[in-house]
Structure formats: structure tokens, C-alpha cells
């Protein structure tokens, strides 16, 4: 699976199993990741609040957190 | 919310599950030795599958099938031999690799019985007994810390839960539930029962910390570790916190160990999770009060074990200690959670990633990899947080300050109350308080002359 796939299929899950977790927007670091990049994806949620999801290249959700900014 | 299909990989224990199979891959703790002590035969249930743990009359242990061959007399009521266990009915012998060994009145010579009983390696470690119940060769038994911490006394409270284990293995995932079941719900129930001016005059009660837990959230975090999982808040005194801190929450060890307080602190703990069945949980508080250098803890020849009561004698649900708090919420859940059905928000976030390291270790196994936490040689002493106690700092040991002062009364908040040690416990922790107190003066007068 592409490297951007492997990473969509992680958050859609996480989305899945957060129901009310409202989501406004997602960006990715890198922005472009290729094949073997570990990633942050950081995702803008309802209230003044952010998630920060650790993604390695294997697919892994390594770590979370969620952030009041 | 998780799939069907997902809740039942993660769930399910029995023979040819998935999540079954992982289980198969670890040393589980099932009795404490002590229990064998005084009852050399018992019936137990773990991953499903019904056996006899045995100690026989030389002291060597034995984990097999529940049924004689011969007429399929339980053998929960078998005779200890010399050499293992023999069936009461016609005295048929088992040895610890589940093959029969003796047929009295059979006559000699005495054919060989080529079918076997289930058997499974067992060994003791740390006042408990662990079985492996997977493929073959096994791997090395995990010396965890505090089951070989040294200068240390411990006790073994033992409950079963009717609820499936991931429900309390949750429970660590989730550091947000403190505020309520252990901070609003204790004060509730404290005030129900007319206690709540004698059990929480200190400001150090559990239940004054816990109700801070929600306020002042500035993050939530959670990562995974060599050894499983770790989680925790941070605390923003501009969001209503009562100062900028950290407070990192209990750690899991994978698969269904978590544990609380830091090893080599006055009292921390390994609750462990093991399944009976996929609808009941063996679950294990191994206490470890430990004292730090300069102080003496009594020597143990057997750590004891006990059950704490979770129901009063009109059978109304205990509720003001902190583990009988969560067993009631894990079985509010339902035998097995139903997790199509709940609605996560965003503070759960650390149950996402419990979830998914359980499926990722999984899917190793699935795939014909080895899962984390197997060892085929284990070290002297493996610590789940990677690092030995600082005993330079020994205020930071404990997460929870109430938890080195059951000599003044904070036992009461936790199950080690109910515990055969307590008296024991009490008196160690009376003399750490005075070691660090010395200690403290000792330093301060240094500090001066310098």
C-alpha cells in the first residue's frame, strides 16, 4: 500500500473509533511522505483543540496527543 | 466505535482466536503459590480451558487436563504423589507433561497409554505461578521488576471480575476516568455513607487529587514503549490547573499487566488482567512495598495472598476504595463491551492506541512473527519504564502522595486494607517517613555548615 494510503487508512480508523470527535481540517509532516517516512499528522478537532498523531512508516499509530491550543 | 468483527478479535480467549493465540504466547500468572500451599489440587480457568494446577508431594508443579482418561472423573479431587497426581477413582497417575504414568490393577507389564492429557509448563516467580500455554519451546519467564525487587514485602490481592479482560486492561488507556469514578463517586458515595468528613479531612485523599484530574487539561498524550504503553495530562495553571505539571498515569505492560506507582516506591503495584473466559477476568493486585536504602523491609518467606471484597454482606457493590470503584465499572460495561455501540470522544484517545497496538501484536502472530514482551532469556530484572527508581528523588516514586502514608490512615482508600500485610506495610511506610524525615533534617543541617 503507498505510503499516503497506509497513512489515510490509520487516521480513518482513529476517526472510526472517535465518533465525536468533530474534524475540521488534517496536515501531514512531511507534507509529500514517500515510502518509509514516519509522519505527523496533526488534525484541527472542534473547540480551540488539535491532535497530534505519530505515524510510523509501518503503519503504526506510535503516539497521540491531543492539545488545547 | 470498533467493528463487530473488530470487537470480537480483540476480545475473544479460547483456543484458535486471535486474540487467544497472542495470550498463548506469554507466561500468565494464574494462582498464587501460596494458594498451593494450603491446597495442593486446583481447579482453575484461563483462556478458556478448564485444568488441574497441582504441587506435588516433592514440591514440583503441574498444570493438566481437568478430565482422568480412564472414566473422566474430575480430577480436582486427585490424590499428590510423589511424582505428580493421581486420579481418586482407580488411581491412575499423571505426571507434569500430562501422561499417564501408573494404572494400578492393570497388571504388568502395563502398555503404554498413547493419548495425554492437555499439560502445561508452570514456574514460580515472585510468590506466583505462571503457566505458558502456547507453542513449544517456551520462552524465558519475564523477571518484571516487582516480582524480584529486593529489600521489599508483598501481597497478592486476587478478585475475579465477570467482565471480559480488555475491559479492565482499558481502564488503562483511560486517564481521564479518575476524575469521576475515584474523585465525584467516591465523595458521593463517602457522603452516602456518612464517612465523608472522617475520610477525607486531608487534603492528601485520593478523592480531593482525583476530582482535579478534568481540570485545567492543557494535553493528553499516550506513545508506545518497548514494553507497551504509556500515557498521561498535562496540567496548564492558565486553564484552571492548580499549578503547570505533568502527571504521567499508570503504565501498561503488553499484554494485560498495567502497572501503578514506580517500582522501588513505597507501594506500587502490577494489576494484571487474565482472561478466564472471554466473559471473566482473573485479576491479580500484585503489591510490592519497597524500602529504600538505609531502611529494612521484613524478610518474606511466602508472599501471602487475599480477596478483597467487592460486595458488602447485604450484597450491595463496595465502593469506596479505588479498585473496587473500577471492577464496578468494568462490569457496568456488559460481559463483553459492546464497542460498535460507544461513542468516543477525543480524551479517548489513548484507548485508540491501546486498541491498535493489541491488534497490530496480533497480526505478528498471525503473520508467524513473535509479538513484543517475549523473551527467549529474560534479564536479572526487566523494568517496564526502562529505568531503575531514582532514589535521589524519592518524592516523585509514588504518583500518588497518599500512597506512602498508610500509617496515617490512606490504606483505607485501596484495596491493600483487606490485605494480610497491612499491619506490616503500615509499619514500613511509618519508618520510611521517618528515615526521609532524618534524611532531610541530615541535609538541611549540611546545607547550613556549608
Sequence with gaps: ?69 | MVSARMNERLTRVGPGTPCGELMRRYWIPIRPYAQLLEKPVLKIRVLGEDLILYRNKKGGLGLIGDRCLHRLVDLQYGIPDDAGLRCPYHGWLYGETGKCLERPMEGNPQGEIKRKLTAYPVRELGGLVFAYMGPLPAPDLPRWDLFVWPNSIRQIGINEIACNWLQCQENTGDPTHSAYTHGHLFEYVLEQKGEFEGRSSDSLHTMHQRKKVGIGIKEIYAFQTEHGFRKGVRYSKALGADSDREQEHSIVIFPFYTQTGHTGAPRSEYQIRVPIDDTHTYHIAYQCYAAPPGVDAPKQDVVPYYFPPTRDEAGNPILDYVLAQDAVMWVAQGPIADRTAELLGRTDIPIVLLRNQLEEQIRRVEQGLEPMNVFHKSPAMIHPTGSPPDYSNPDKLNKHAFRKYYHKGFANDDADRYGPMIESVKDLHRRIEEFELRRKAHEQQSSEHA
Design chain 1, 1 to 69: 500500500m503507498p505510503a499516503r494510503e497506509r497513512i489515510e487508512a490509520v487516521l480513518q480508523g482513529i476517526f472510526d473509533q472517535l465518533p465525536t470527535m468533530e474534524v475540521k481540517s488534517v496536515s501531514l509532516s512531511p507534507a509529500n511522505p514517500r515510502e518509509g517516512d514516519d509522519v505527523i499528522a496533526r488534525i484541527e478537532v472542534e473547540g480551540a483543540r488539535y491532535v497530534l498523531c505519530e505515524i510510523l512508516s509501518d503503519g503504526r499509530l506510535n503516539s497521540a496527543r491531543v492539545i488545547e491550543s
